[in-house]
């Protein structure tokens, strides 16, 4: 069974620091292309940033470029958030998703098929 | 950033009604485009991939169509726990772009 398990995350003052973790099991981490989301209280959902199955390429929303870095250690099947400079507008719940781009007819496809439960990060002082 | 536009932001229906969600995209995505469904309290779930491709598991009542700038949603016979708030999606190029959903409601 897929799952996904979000720990890290918690209250921080404006500025701070925090680090998400993704647990993963049931599926050969190493080989998919690993995303995380976020969703404000009461708010849509926004991707954040997206890592490819080898750790070789990363991206970022704006929004969160140059604070926050993805990393992964597919030796302990984990996706990693690191957090800094943490602002207000960062609270929010964040989501590992898996991303099995799936390939056919010459193009592959990225969506995310497996989600965690959610790590809660608020940004208050 | 590709911006992604929901409609309609929320809808009532019956039991056994068909619903159609509409998104429409700033610039052509061609098909690199996802429906999820996400109910209160959990994460979401995705119904819909590459505009039209059916998720394992997903009742066939879900349907997606479109290409390039305009897609659909399409729900058959309508369920109770179909009651959710739905989103769109892009993953034609990063920033993936979400809708801002729209929200479903059995009446």
């Known amino acids: 069974e897929v799952q996904l398990v979000e720990s890290g995350g918690g209250l921080v003052q404006p500025g701070g620091s925090l680090r998400l973790s993704c647990a993963a099991s049931?599926?050969?981490?190493?080989?998919?292309?690993m995303h995380w989301v976020r969703q404000a209280p009461g708010k849509g959902l926004v991707w954040v940033s997206r890592?490819?199955?080898?750790?070789?390429?990363?991206a970022y929303a704006d929004s969160v470029k140059g604070r926050f870095t993805i990393s992964r250690d597919n030796a302990k099947n984990t996706l990693y958030l690191q957090m800094n400079s943490l602002r207000v507008e960062d609270t929010a719940v964040y989501y590992c998703?898996?991303?099995?781009?799936?390939?056919?007819?010459?193009?592959?496809?990225?969506?995310?098929?497996?989600w965690g439960q959610g790590t809660l990060v608020t940004v208050s002082s | 950033d590709i911006q992604m536009t929901q409609s309609p932001s929320s809808l009532s229906a019956f039991v056994g009604d068909r619903v159609t969600i509409t998104c429409r995209a700033s610039?052509?995505?061609?098909?690199?485009f996802n429906w999820y469904q996400q109910k209160p309290g959990k994460a979401p779930k995705v119904l819909i991939y590459?505009?039209?491709s059916l998720q394992s598991g997903v009742p066939s009542r879900f349907s997606g169509s479109g290409s390039g700038t305009d897609f659909t949603l399409t729900i058959n016979s309508l369920q109770p726990e179909d009651s959710a708030r739905y989103y769109c999606?892009?993953?034609?190029?990063?920033?993936?772009?979400f809708g801002q959903g729209t929200e479903l409601e059995i009446k």
């Open positions: 998703a898996r991303d099995p781009d799936i390939c056919t007819g010459g193009s592959c496809y990225s969506n995310f098929d497996y």
């Open positions: 049931g599926f050969t981490f190493s080989t998919y292309w």
């Open positions: 890592i490819k199955s080898d750790g070789s390429s990363t």
């Open positions: 610039q052509n995505i061609r098909n690199y």
């Open positions: 590459a505009a039209s």
């Open positions: 999606q892009q993953s034609y190029k990063t920033p993936y772009t």
